[in-house]
């Protein structure tokens, strides 16, 4: 028969135990679900520069990942596989990295086009950051998927104005993906080239204070907010997001430089979407067909 004392220290580490192992659970959900950076913020930036292959076909497009904030963990796998799919198609070269040290005048000057995908929070030193901005003023073509609108950016003011010219607010909750209607605004863009007038997408579609539109950015595709539930509802509390004007595709000039922001693309499935994956195509397209040309900005038809 066990001693008292020896059943009570039985039953401590079996509650010990349990306890690791909940805490070890969760940590585990958390890291799954790109939440870790959320918990546990990272402003760190990489120094080294990654090592870029010689061969690297021209046109060339560098697609950036890096997530110091939350991390869409399907959505950057389903886009860089859509987006090598793409580049391969035209042989352009492509070179996909997180490490924010590639954001240097010396790499930076081999590329044609960044994409951003679903890249979040502190990513870049204040050194990298000046090192973009000079390259995009300078001709660079800039495309921003999904998260690289989010609020994870604010920090960075030149970023919000100039690439983003809206504040985040929230996405959808209750449900979290629904499908919407997009609907095309500025018919004659080249970014838009291929694409039906309207068409239905599945996706976590986000909210911003007001219209990139107010700022002065070329609204390219807008979404009906009558074809989907626009509302946050969360443990209990619900957020309306309705906008009016709800752009989830728009553009804009940065000097010489051009950008394209499309608000799509939080799961692999998206990046599936036929009409989604030519849009990604075609603002490529334009993006390094038009390299070194003075951005004109287009009015709405």
Same mark, same amino acid.
């Given at each position: 028969?066990?001693?008292?004392?020896?059943?009570?220290?039985?039953?401590?580490?079996?509650?010990?135990?349990?306890?690791?192992?909940?805490? *070890?659970?969760?940590?585990? *959900?958390?890291?799954?679900?790109?939440?870790?950076?959320?918990?546990?913020?990272?402003?760190?930036?990489?120094?080294?520069?990654?090592?870029?292959?010689?061969?690297?076909?021209?046109?060339?497009?560098?697609?950036?990942?890096?997530?110091? !904030?939350?991390?869409?963990?399907?959505?950057?796998?389903?886009?860089?596989?859509?987006?090598?799919?793409?580049?391969?198609?035209?042989?352009?070269?492509?070179?996909?990295?997180?490490?924010?040290?590639?954001?240097?005048?010396?790499?930076? *000057?081999?590329?044609?086009?960044?994409?951003?995908?679903?890249?979040?929070?502190?990513?870049?030193?204040?050194?990298?950051?000046?090192?973009?901005?000079?390259?995009?003023?300078?001709?660079?073509?800039?495309?921003?998927?999904?998260?690289?609108?989010?609020?994870?950016?604010? !920090?960075?003011?030149?970023?919000?104005?100039?690439?983003?010219? *809206?504040?985040?607010?929230?996405?959808?909750?209750?449900?979290?993906?629904?499908?919407?209607?997009?609907?095309?605004?500025?018919?004659?863009?080249?970014?838009?080239?291929?694409?039906?007038?309207?068409?239905?997408?599945?996706?976590?579609?986000?909210?911003?204070?007001?219209?990139?539109?107010?700022?002065?950015?070329?609204?390219?595709?807008?979404?009906?907010?009558?074809?989907?539930?626009?509302?946050?509802?969360?443990?209990?509390?619900?957020?309306?997001?309705?906008? !009016?004007?709800?752009?989830?595709?728009?553009?804009?000039?940065?000097?010489?430089?051009?950008?394209?922001?499309?608000?799509?693309?939080?799961?692999?499935?998206?990046?599936?979407?036929?009409?989604?994956?030519?849009?990604?195509?075609?603002?490529?397209?334009?993006?390094?067909?038009?390299?070194?040309?003075?951005?004109?900005?287009?009015?709405?038809?």
């Amino acid at each position: 028969m066990a001693k008292p004392g020896s059943l009570w220290m039985r039953i401590l580490r079996v509650v010990m135990f349990m306890a690791v192992i909940g805490v *070890a659970v969760s940590l585990f *959900a958390i890291w799954k679900m790109g939440a870790w950076n959320l918990v546990f913020p990272d402003n760190s930036h990489d120094t080294v520069a990654p090592v870029i292959p010689a061969d690297l076909a021209s046109p060339a497009v560098l697609v950036f990942s890096k997530t110091n !904030g939350f991390r869409h963990v399907e959505g950057i796998a389903g886009g860089a596989k859509a987006l090598q799919a793409i580049t391969s198609k035209h042989r352009w070269g492509m070179f996909h990295t997180e490490n924010g040290a590639v954001f240097n005048e010396q790499d930076l *000057a081999r590329f044609d086009v960044v994409v951003f995908l679903n890249a979040s929070g502190d990513m870049l030193s204040d050194a990298q950051e000046s090192a973009f901005q000079s390259w995009l003023t300078a001709g660079g073509g800039w495309l921003g998927i999904h998260a690289a609108g989010d609020s994870s950016h604010l !920090g960075w003011q030149w970023y919000r104005d100039n690439l983003i010219g *809206a504040t985040f607010t929230a996405h959808i909750m209750g449900p979290q993906f629904q499908t919407a209607t997009v609907v095309l605004e500025n018919h004659q863009h080249p970014a838009l080239r291929d694409l039906p007038n309207i068409w239905q997408h599945e996706e976590e579609w986000y909210s911003w204070e007001e219209s990139p539109r107010a700022e002065g950015f070329t609204v390219l595709a807008t979404i009906d907010e009558s074809s989907y539930v626009p509302v946050a509802d969360f443990m209990g509390t619900q957020t309306d997001l309705r906008m !009016g004007d709800h752009p989830v595709v728009w553009t804009n000039c940065i000097g010489n430089g051009k950008s394209v922001y499309a608000a799509m693309g939080h799961r692999a499935e998206a990046f599936e979407q036929p009409q989604f994956r030519q849009l990604l195509e075609s603002a490529l397209t334009w993006l390094i067909d038009t390299r070194g040309e003075a951005c004109r900005p287009l009015q709405a038809n």
